[in-house]
């Protein structure tokens, strides 16, 4: 039976996810605590992983409940972890100062838009993949782990008991809907992929030819019931699909059952 296997959310943008149980839908459609948060340079420009692999440097935690940020940079003994209050003035100053550090970008300041959040594509939408889109893509290349690709990717949304490349099927012009616990979705846009996926997340090591053999299988892999037009290119994995209005305030949960809608 297809479910909803994992719902994960990145209160900072670029940084480490958090697993939730279960997350309230946004009014524009995106996640509640799903980039909240974003880094920003004195031009205004945001500090992201396609603009940096320094993010990948820091590793963090944090918790919905309170509000706090602990994060530390991967392999270094100094001072250890430190902790922000990311719900107070003073503490997203804390952190941001602690972030222009880390950068290279001169002063940073960490902004918070709880209503939007700063998701790309323009705020709006949630990223659905398949776990055995996550496994199979994880076959391709020697060494990498499931988990691996799950960090790589950064879906909202993971949904089993479904086949490989599942989401594929609700984009083009004729693509079915689906429901989540009730949560009605219907698919946007593929989503195109940037140099993130092709770097360790943990290291920001590239993997070299990442991006060429991914297009190959990709290509290779294609179901046959996915819409060809649809795609731009084939360098392209996970579903960026909208919630209809109606549903959106509503809640999704861990273990919510997963309907395809002809």
């Given at each position: 039976?297809?479910?909803?296997?994992?719902?994960?959310?990145?209160?900072?943008?670029?940084?480490?996810?958090?697993?939730?149980?279960?997350?309230?839908?946004?009014?524009?459609?995106?996640?509640?605590?799903?980039?909240?948060?974003?880094?920003?340079?004195?031009?205004?420009?945001?500090?992201?992983?396609?603009?940096?692999?320094?993010?990948?440097?820091?590793?963090?935690?944090?918790?919905?409940?309170?509000?706090?940020?602990?994060?530390?940079?991967?392999?270094?003994?100094?001072?250890?972890?430190?902790?922000?209050?990311?719900?107070?003035?003073?503490?997203?100053?804390?952190?941001?100062?602690?972030?222009?550090?880390?950068f290279e970008f001169g002063d940073l300041t960490l902004e918070r838009d709880e209503d939007r959040g700063y998701v790309a594509r323009n705020g709006?939408?949630?990223?659905?993949?398949?776990?055995?889109?996550?496994?199979?893509?994880?076959?391709?290349?020697?060494?990498?782990?499931?988990?691996?690709?799950?960090?790589?990717?950064?879906?909202?949304?993971?949904?089993?008991?479904?086949?490989?490349?599942?989401?594929?099927?609700?984009v083009g012009d004729d693509a079915p809907a689906f429901v989540v616990g009730g949560v009605r979705l219907e698919g946007a846009t593929p989503c195109?992929?940037?140099?993130?996926?092709?770097?360790?997340?943990?290291?920001?090591?590239?993997?070299?030819?990442?991006?060429?053999?991914?297009?190959?299988?990709?290509?290779?892999?294609?179901?046959?019931?996915?819409?060809?037009?649809?795609?731009?290119?084939?360098?392209?994995?996970?579903?960026?699909?909208?919630?209809?209005?109606?549903?959106?305030?509503?809640?999704?949960?861990?273990?919510?059952?997963?309907?395809?809608?002809d």
């Open positions: 039976m297809a479910r909803l296997e994992r719902i994960r959310t990145y209160p900072v943008k670029s940084l480490d996810g958090v697993d939730r149980e279960e997350v309230t839908i946004r009014e524009n459609g995106t996640l509640a605590g799903d980039r909240t948060f974003a880094l920003f340079d004195a031009d205004g420009k945001l500090v992201e992983g396609p603009r940096t692999d320094r993010v990948h440097d820091i590793t963090n935690e944090y918790d919905p409940e309170t509000g706090t940020l602990t994060a530390d940079i991967s392999g270094s003994d100094e001072n250890g972890p430190r902790q922000f209050d990311l719900g107070t003035d003073r503490g997203r100053g804390r952190a941001a100062a602690w972030f222009s550090d880390v709006m939408g949630t990223s659905v993949i398949s776990t055995a889109t996550l496994e199979t893509v994880a076959d391709w290349f020697e060494d990498l782990t499931v988990e691996s690709v799950r960090r790589r990717m950064r879906a909202n949304l993971e949904i089993s008991g479904v086949e490989p490349f599942w989401e594929d099927r609700f195109a992929r940037c140099v993130v996926p092709g770097r360790d997340p943990d290291t920001g090591e590239p993997l070299p030819e990442f991006r060429e053999r991914f297009v190959e299988k990709r290509r290779e892999t294609l179901p046959d019931w996915a819409d060809e037009e649809a795609f731009d290119h084939y360098y392209t994995l996970m579903l960026i699909a909208d919630v209809v209005e109606a549903d959106r305030g509503t809640t999704l949960a861990v273990g919510d059952t997963v309907e395809t809608l």
